[in-house]
Structure formats: structure tokens, C-alpha cells
């Protein structure tokens, strides 16, 4: 997912983005669930480009992909470390034939290491960093069921990617960043998954986050109060006086957290989810209902954002979430469907055609070399 949703933010953000797939498709579009024979996992990661199949170890091939990269502006690849130098694009082939070029390698561990030729995914990434040991449950260590580690090193990616072609901007040179997904997920987790080992000669043993979930007669709700003035105007919303008591009586921050929800779970499980969102409500307590799926994609304030559009795709309307960002309250429209194998090839190997009839009329016309 890494190497893919990058450009996929990318041609959210305005590029053109051509896919280069080996023959027969990249094999992740047949992952996941599937819809007209579409996998949506893929969809989702791989629209708004075009398609062109490509035999990499194949000479003419390899030909077309130079005369792709030669007009460039950015690669993104995720391959191992040694691959790309092995089908003859290592990073001095590249900058030679295109020196603005920006070269995006994402890397499970980095160039180089005891690691760095290891197979990487997300969770095992997962399991490097320390967050399976921490999301254990009932002493069972838990990965995350969904692509974290990959979302979080696209989002990285593409703002490496932004930060070199400001930099060419600059010096008028590209760059080879080189992302490890190992160091992403470090300096993602740092600032709260390792409070206890932030301060070199802090060895205090790390406690497992506090849940802040509360069932209600119907279901469940989110309650985070996180200072002391929210925990008075629940408790005083709740009309518990005695609980707010107890609580200034408990010196232990972490044990006072317990208590507090404790005494949450057994009062709100008394009546309906809706009934606790309309009287904390006017209190500012900071409580959201757990929305499912549908319920988020119902939900008034994301229908207000406009978040998702509809897309054509030859399996049916696709539902796309826009750029989140907007530029002078403008919002960036979604790239566009999922490409169809090698859907491109025409198109693109005819650009690259009359790119290079207009570079042969130029050096006619001036007899250099443009």
C-alpha cells in the first residue's frame, strides 16, 4: 500500500501519475473484497492514474520506463533495497538520465542493516516497533486490523515528495529520499507510546492506556474528559456531587482514571445512547456516539464537509473521500476511477512519441543538444 497511496495523494493533489505494472497486473488487485471483479482495496489505492504494463527485465521495456523517467518529475517505488539496481535503475542510472528527478524508495528497514533485505508489512512493522506488545488485551499481545503503518509512510512519502521539488525549486537538482518504513513508524509512535522512555534515565515500566468506551443501554459512546474542569461538568451533568469527591481524594492519576470510568459504565448503562449525547451535551463534555460504518457516512457533519464524492468505475459508482485539505476554501476534486490493466499504453507510448519527434526537431533546428 505504502509506494501506491503515495501517489495516489499525489494525484489527489493534482499530478499525473502513470502505473507501471508487470505483465499480467499488479497481483494486489485481485486482494480483498471485490466488487464487478474489482478488488476496492486496490481501487482505493490505485485511482485517479493511468495504466501501462511493463516487463522490467525485458530490454525494450526497460527502454519505454527510462523514456518515461527521463521527462519526469517524481518516481515512487517500493521495492527492496537491491531490486531497482538490479533491473538497471539504480540511483546513478536515474539521476544521470534525468537530474531533476525526484525518487521516492520506500524501504521496510533501509538501504542497508542486518534488516534491510527482510520482507516488511505492516504488521510486522507493527510488531518491531513495540505497538502489538502495547495494544495487548487480557495479556495477548493484538496487531492493529487495519493498514496502519502503511497509511501513516504514504502520508509520510508524499510529504517527502513535496518537501524535494520544493528544494529543486531551490537548486534546480532532484533528490533520492529514502524512507524506511521502520523509521516512519519510530518518529510516528515516539511523542505518546514511549512518554516513559522519552528521558534517557526513565525506566519506569509503561502502563496500558486507559479505555475510554462506555456502554449504554443501546450501545456504546466515547467519554474523554481529560482535565480536571470536563471531569467537574460530567460529573455535575450527571448530578453525582459524591463521585467528584472521591475523586479529589485519589492521589494516583492512573487509579482516579479507573475509578471515574468504573462509575461511568455502571450509571450510563442505565439508558439509551441518545439520552447521554443530549445531556452532556450543553455541559461541553467532550462524548461521541460509536458510529458504524453506515452511521459515519450518514453523519450530518460529514455530509455538511462533503468529505466523499461519487466516481465512475466499469464495476459501478465509486465512493472517494476528497484531499482533506483545502487551499482558500477551495477543495481538491478526487483524481478519478481505478485504471484497467495496461488501459494507457496507447496514450502514454504515444506521448513519449511526439516527445521525442519534438526533441529531434529541436536539435535540427539549433544543432545541439537540447
Known sequence: ???????????????????????????????????????ALWSNINRGKRSIVLDLKAAADLATMKELLATADVLVENWRPHVAGSLGLGQEVLEALNSRLVRLSVTGFGDSGPLSRAPAYDSLIQAYTGMVHLTSADGAPNVAPYWVVDKVVATFGTQSVLAALYERERTG??????????????YFNFPDMFQ????????TPWR??????????DGHVVVAPVNGGQISRTLKALDRPDIKAEMLAIRDHAEMVDRLYAHLNEIMATKPTAHWLALLEP????????CTLDEHLDDAQVRHNRIYREVPTPAGPMRVPRFPASFDRRHFEPAGAPPEVDADAAPVREELAVGHAAHHAIRNATGTQP
Open 196 to 203: 516513559h522512555r522519552t528521558f534517557v534515565e526513565d525506566l
Open 1 to 39: 500500500m505504502t509506494g501506491p497511496l503515495a501517489a495516489t495523494m499525489l494525484a489527489d493533489l493534482g499530478a499525473t501519475v502513470v502505473k507501471v505494472e508487470p505483465p499480467g497486473g499488479d497481483g494486489f488487485r485481485g486482494f480483498g473484497h471485490k466488487v464487478g471483479g474489482f478488488s
Open 283 to 290: 455541559f461541553d463534555v467532550p462524548i461521541a456516539p460509536v
Open 173 to 186: 537538482k532532484g533528490s533520492h529520499v529514502s524512507l524506511p518504513m521502520l523509521d516512519v513508524m519510530s
Open 208 to 217: 496500558p492506556a486507559f479505555n475510554p468506551v462506555v456502554r449504554t443501554a
